[in-house]
């Protein structure tokens, strides 16, 4: 599959935004879903927020409700996070990823290594300073 690009990232203060974007290849033939990932230092990778391509249902992990959007533009295929009300524990670098699902909420990610997850970015680092 062809690596997604992340982009957009960069340093903010607290209470600053950021939008982050990712450019991911589709297969028009299949169900897709679409998600924004994080990890910072010394911490496993987290889900974040998750988005069906062929709709509009979008799932967001507790801790950036409300803050941060997750969006889409289909002719471009890109895939965006809004992010506000940025806070010192947001900082990461942050991936996005495409998998195939029924559901595409946050619990049914499949596993990295499982057929119907597609494959890693390179990640764009998003610092925020108190």
């Known amino acids: 599959q062809v690596q997604p690009v992340e982009s957009g990232g960069g340093s903010v203060q607290a209470g600053g935004s950021l939008r982050v974007s990712c450019v991911a290849s589709?297969?028009?033939?299949?169900?897709?879903?679409m998600g924004w990932f994080r990890q910072a230092p010394g911490k496993e990778r987290e889900k974040v927020a998750s988005i069906y391509s062929g709709g509009s249902s979008t799932y967001y992990a507790d801790s950036v409700k409300g803050r941060f959007t997750i969006s889409q533009d289909n002719a471009k295929n890109t895939l965006y996070l809004q992010m506000n009300s940025l806070k010192p524990e947001d900082t990461a670098m942050y991936y996005c990823a495409t998998w195939t699902a029924v559901v595409c909420s946050l619990d049914k990610v499949p596993k990295a290594d499982s057929p119907d997850f597609g494959s890693w970015g390179q990640g764009t680092q998003v610092t925020v300073s108190s």
């Open positions: 589709r297969d028009s033939y299949r169900n897709y879903c």
